[in-house]
């Protein structure tokens, strides 16, 4: 019981408070004079750096680097929460209430800002597992139909359009959703197939490789 109350003050009460602030922001509190992006997203780029991190350079694997995201994946992403189309555990916890009262400007200049910041670089390893992992991102791994990461996520995952870039991303992050994926929690037809057949061991080495992008 303790540790459900505890719970409840660290994760709950600071989401309500910040989803307080990103309604004000998003329904004129901070509305530019100017019309220009960074003035548009002032108020909601303070509330969303609560958990994405300065600049959107996350330091807990909870919440994913946003930091040189592609801007169209951005806008997918939020346009899927604030219609609740995207209804994985932790969309629908974190993220539902937060881009409820976003508009298609208010998302379109979220995305703009994100996409302009410079990715995290990752961490270099040469250890067997990220050996393994860059072997399964570029020739995928035939015998179990799983196909080259490489081919869509480009050759440093640097993502394409409505493709995210994954380089640089927190590996449990990235763990997190290929289990969602597989599971079809976060529901993508192509991911879906892409991922159902990779084990556990699998799923570790490919985003181990992935973080050190």
Same mark, same amino acid.
């Given at each position: 019981?303790?540790?459900?109350?505890?719970?409840?003050?660290?994760?709950?009460? %600071?989401? =309500?408070?910040?989803?307080?602030? &990103?309604?004000?922001?998003?329904?004129? +509190?901070?509305?530019?004079?100017?019309?220009?992006?960074?003035?548009?997203?002032? !108020?909601?780029?303070?509330?969303?750096?609560?958990?994405?991190?300065?600049?959107?350079?996350?330091?807990?694997?909870?919440?994913? *680097?946003?930091? !040189?995201?592609?801007?169209?994946?951005?806008?997918?992403?939020?346009?899927?929460?604030?219609?609740?189309?995207?209804?994985?555990?932790?969309?629908?916890? $974190?993220?539902?209430?937060? @881009?409820?009262?976003?508009?298609?400007?208010?998302?379109?200049?979220?995305?703009?800002? $994100?996409?302009?910041? =410079?990715?995290?670089?990752?961490?270099?390893?040469?250890? %067997?597992?990220?050996? @393994?992992? @860059?072997?399964?991102?570029?020739?995928?791994?035939?015998?179990? !139909?799983?196909?080259?990461?490489?081919?869509?996520? !480009?050759?440093?995952?640097?993502?394409? +359009?409505?493709?995210?870039?994954?380089?640089?991303?927190?590996?449990?992050?990235?763990?997190?959703? &290929?289990? =969602?994926?597989?599971?079809?929690? *976060?529901?993508?037809?192509?991911?879906?197939?892409?991922?159902?057949?990779?084990?556990?061991?699998?799923?570790?080495?490919?985003?181990? $490789?992935?973080?050190?992008?």
């Amino acid at each position: 019981m303790r540790d459900n109350e505890a719970w409840r003050r660290i994760v709950l009460i %600071p989401a =309500a408070l910040a989803l307080v602030a &990103l309604t004000v922001a998003a329904c004129g +509190g901070t509305q530019p004079e100017s019309g220009s992006a960074d003035s548009t997203v002032a !108020g909601t780029v303070h509330v969303c750096s609560s958990c994405h991190g300065s600049e959107g350079r996350s330091i807990s694997p909870t919440f994913p *680097r946003l930091a !040189g995201q592609q801007k169209d994946y951005l806008v997918a992403q939020l346009q899927a929460f604030r219609d609740k189309t995207r209804a994985d555990p932790h969309a629908q916890t $974190y993220m539902w209430g937060m @881009a409820a009262q976003l508009s298609d400007q208010n998302i379109d200049a979220i995305a703009t800002y $994100y996409a302009s910041q =410079a990715p995290v670089a990752g961490k270099p390893s040469a250890s %067997p597992e990220t050996t @393994a992992g @860059a072997k399964i991102y570029a020739e995928g791994i035939p015998s179990q !139909g799983v196909p080259a990461c490489m081919s869509c996520h !480009g050759e440093q995952a640097e993502g394409n +359009g409505p493709i995210p870039r994954l380089g640089g991303q927190h590996q449990a992050y990235l763990a997190r959703q &290929l289990e =969602a994926f597989a599971s079809m929690a *976060r529901a993508n037809e192509i991911m879906h197939e892409n991922s159902k057949d990779l084990t556990a061991e699998q799923i570790s080495e490919v985003t181990a $490789y992935l973080a050190t992008l």
